[in-house]
């Protein structure tokens, strides 16, 4: 079946440091690949997402490339702010009609002054 | 702005006794979703309706049920909790078919219940 891997957190930067959060995934067909954030005390939102392979996902300063050929989809950024901690999940929707999300573990990232 | 809403925020219930978690949405999504998700895991998919059709995944327990009366509403019914449903339960919504837009899940704020 289906699955995602991500790198084990907490990751901790200092502000203005660069990110990479590395996501691969096992899929059959041509899963579209999804980062998700997650602030304290709230629901998921979508961060950025890439439908299909060499397409490139941004958003506020993020960017993750589909890599069919490496099936990664890694999260980066090259100035991280406090602001942005929280938790990433990396996630892909398969090609069913209902488009179910499987769901990496999720990496906690904590950016300090 | 078109949006997934749940309430409430946070919901406090008695062990075995009934709670509904509501959920709407703005985006006239055909595909609605409920999750439940607990501390420092990935949301775990409960069931989801494909417009009137229910589908629930093989390891939901029975205690939770759900019904979608409309395209903008579903509730999540959990018939008798227990200390171990207490959860942040997460609704979400996609349009299904191709294209731009299509097979993304846009999710509301989330439910935080807590069991005594």
């Known amino acids: 079946g289906d699955s995602v891997t991500q790198m084990e957190g907490p990751v901790t930067l200092s502000e203005e440091a660069f990110l990479t959060i590395n996501c691969t995934y096992t899929?059959?067909?041509?899963?579209?690949l999804f980062w998700y954030v997650q602030y304290p005390g709230e629901g998921l939102q979508l961060l950025l997402k890439?439908?299909?392979?060499?397409d490139k996902g941004s958003n506020k300063g993020f960017e993750a490339t589909y890599r069919k050929e490496t099936t990664s989809f890694h999260l980066e950024k090259g100035s991280v702010q406090v602001s942005d901690s929280a938790v990433y999940f990396c996630?892909?929707?398969?090609?069913?009609?209902?488009?179910?999300?499987?769901f990496g573990t999720g990496t906690r990232l904590q950016v300090t002054l | 702005d078109a949006m997934v809403i749940q309430n409430p925020r946070y919901q406090v219930t008695q062990f075995g006794k009934p709670v509904t978690l509501s959920c709407s949405q703005t985006?006239?999504?055909?595909?609605m979703y409920w999750y439940q998700q607990k501390s420092s895991q990935a949301p775990k998919l409960l069931f989801h309706?494909?417009?009137?059709?229910?589908?629930n995944e093989a390891d939901t327990p029975d205690n939770f049920q759900s019904r979608r009366p409309n395209t903008s509403f579903c509730f999540l019914d959990i018939r008798s909790p227990g200390l171990g449903d207490a959860a942040m339960y997460l609704c979400?919504?996609?349009?299904?078919?191709?294209?731009?837009?299509?097979?993304?899940?846009?999710f509301g704020p989330g439910t935080r219940l807590l069991v005594l």
């Open positions: 979400a919504t996609s349009r299904a078919g191709v294209g731009a837009g299509a097979r993304t899940q846009y």
């Open positions: 899929a059959t067909g041509y899963p579209s």
């Open positions: 890439a439908t299909k392979a060499d």
């Open positions: 996630a892909l929707s398969d090609t069913g009609t209902a488009s179910k999300l499987t």
């Open positions: 985006l006239n999504h055909n595909v």
């Open positions: 309706y494909y417009d009137k059709d229910f589908n």
